[in-house]
T-cell receptor, first 112, second 112 residues
């Protein structure tokens, strides 16, 4: 069964705008990860946030985690056409010893 | 680092034929995962190996599916006999333990 559920399913923005994607999950986690998938390619790991962390940055990416609401958000600032891709969240359960469970992703289109 | 290598990239075959998908994980990684991706069901974990040993194959849809990992540098996913509903993109990913996963670019399988 799907653990992470991304919202929205699709998002279209203009280049230069910020893009925010949300992820909700159901059970206690050890960490939450965000991945990107370009068309016709495999997933690429972007960032990992642990359950005891609230916010993490990597370049133009900002991830937040609210364990009380069982939700996370991925913010991409100053978006570029090259950011066009599908974005997935994935969780590792509390034990830390189980494989990732992926959501169905958010399809982001950045229009130049 | 050559990344995870999957072959073939595309496979088109007729229903009832045997299909073998291949994966070479990143050297030094001790966990290997097989996923299937479809529009309807998203990314599903089929099976994963740790130190060449199958740990959880509960995601394998039917007995027609089998996976092997004879050594640390090679794994196969076999479907016999294949059916049209097996059409999907199949991904292999590897990691060290449950660290972030590295994905191959997938095999796009079409069963006619």
């Amino acid at each position: 069964s799907q653990q992470g559920e991304e919202d929205p399913q699709a998002l279209s923005i203009q280049e230069g705008e910020n893009a925010t994607m949300n992820c909700s999950y159901k059970t206690s986690i050890n960490n939450l990860q965000w991945y990107r998938q370009n068309s016709g390619r495999g997933l690429v790991h972007l960032i990992l946030i642990r359950s005891n962390e609230r916010e993490k940055h990597s370049g133009r990416l900002r991830v937040t985690l609210d364990t009380s609401k069982k939700s996370s958000s991925l913010l991409i600032t100053a978006s570029r056409a090259a950011d066009t891709a599908s974005y997935f969240c994935a969780t590792v359960d509390f034990s830390g010893n189980t494989p990732l469970v992926f959501g169905k992703g958010t399809r982001l289109s950045v229009i130049a | 680092d050559a990344g995870v290598i999957q072959s073939p990239r595309h496979e088109v075959t007729e229903m009832g034929q045997e299909v073998t998908l291949r994966c070479k994980p990143i050297s030094g990684h001790n966990s290997l995962f097989w996923y299937r991706q479809t529009m309807m069901r998203g990314l599903e974990l089929l099976i994963y190996f740790n130190n060449n040993v199958p740990i959880d194959d509960s995601g394998m849809p039917e007995d027609r599916f089998s996976a092997k990992m004879p050594n640390a540098s090679f794994s196969t996913l076999k479907i016999q006999p294949s059916e049209p509903r097996d059409s999907a993109v199949y991904f292999c990913a590897s990691s060290f333990g449950f660290q972030p996963q590295h994905f191959g670019d997938g095999t796009r399988l079409s069963i006619l």
